[in-house]
C-alpha cells in the first residue's frame, strides 16, 4: 500500500530541515515537497502585472502546480509527502490519494507557543528567508492546532508522530523530542509530560490518550 505522509506544523517548525532526518528514521519514504519553493516554478509570463491580482494568480499557479506533482503520483502509485500548516485548505487533495487506498501519515512538529513561531520566522527573515506576514504566522498557528487536535482525535490517520521543536538548537542536549506516537487510533508511546503541556492546545487529544493510559 502506498503511502501519504503530512509533514505538519507552524510556521518556524523546522519542516524543511529536519525532512531528510526524518526520511533517515524512516517516518517519510520520499522527500517533502514544499509548497512554498514552487512559486519558483511558476512561468513569469502566466502572472500579471497588476499587484492587486500577482498574489491571488501565483498561488492560483502553485496550487495547480501541487496538484499535478499529487496526481502524477497517485497514477503511478508512488509514496508521496508534502509540507503544511494544515490548514484545511492544503488538505483538500487528501481526499483524492484516500480514495486510491493511500495510507495517511502524518508527522506533527510542535512549538510551545505562538511567540516562538514568530521568532523563528524573523530569525529566517534575518538571514535572507523568504516573509511571512504577522497575521499568516497567528492564522497557521492556531488553525494548524485546532485541524490537528480533531483529526487526529477523530483517528484520520494510520500512523502520528506528535513531535516537539521548541527547544533552541544551540542548546545542549535532543532538539526533537517525540511527544505522541499513536497508530490507528492506539497509543504507541506518550511522553510522561503531554497532557500537562498540551491539554489547551490539543484538548481533544489528550482527551483520548487519558481514556486509553
Not at 516573509?131 to 492546532?145: T, Y
Request: net charge negative; aromatic share 8%.
Amino acid at each position: 500500500m502506498p503511502t501519504l505522509t503530512i509533514l505538519a506544523g507552524p510556521n518556524g517548525a523546522g519542516k524543511s530541515y529536519f525532512s531528510s532526518f526524518f526520511i533517515q528514521t524512516g517516518w517519510i519514504a520520499t522527500m517533502p515537497v514544499n509548497i512554498d519553493a514552487l512559486e519558483s516554478r511558476v512561468d513569469p509570463s502566466l502572472l500579471p502585472s497588476d499587484p492587486m491580482r500577482y498574489e491571488y494568480c501565483l498561488k492560483k499557479e502553485v496550487n495547480k502546480l501541487f496538484n499535478e506533482l499529487c496526481h502524477e503520483a497517485i497514477q503511478s502509485k508512488r509514496d508521496f509527502s508534502f509540507e503544511c500548516n494544515l490548514r484545511k485548505d492544503q488538505l483538500s487533495i487528501v481526499r483524492d490519494f484516500e480514495k486510491d487506498d493511500y495510507q495517511i501519515n502524518l508527522i506533527y512538529l510542535l512549538l510551545g507557543d505562538l511567540e516562538i513561531s514568530k521568532q523563528r520566522v524573523q530569525i529566517r527573515i534575518n538571514e535572507g528567508g523568504h516573509v511571512v506576514g504577522e497575521k499568516s504566522i497567528i492564522g497557521n498557528f492556531r488553525e494548524g492546532l485546532e485541524n490537528l487536535d480533531s483529526s487526529v482525535s477523530d483517528g484520520h490517520y494510520h500512523h502520528v508522530y506528535l513531535v516537539d521543536n521548541s527547544k533552541d538548537i544551540k542548546n545542549k542536549g535532543d532538539v526533537l523530542t517525540l511527544q505522541l506516537e499513536m497508530e490507528q487510533s492506539n497509543v504507541i508511546q506518550v511522553s510522561d509530560t503531554f497532557i500537562a503541556n498540551y491539554k489547551d492546545l490539543l484538548p481533544a487529544i489528550c482527551r483520548q490518550i487519558e481514556q486509553k493510559i
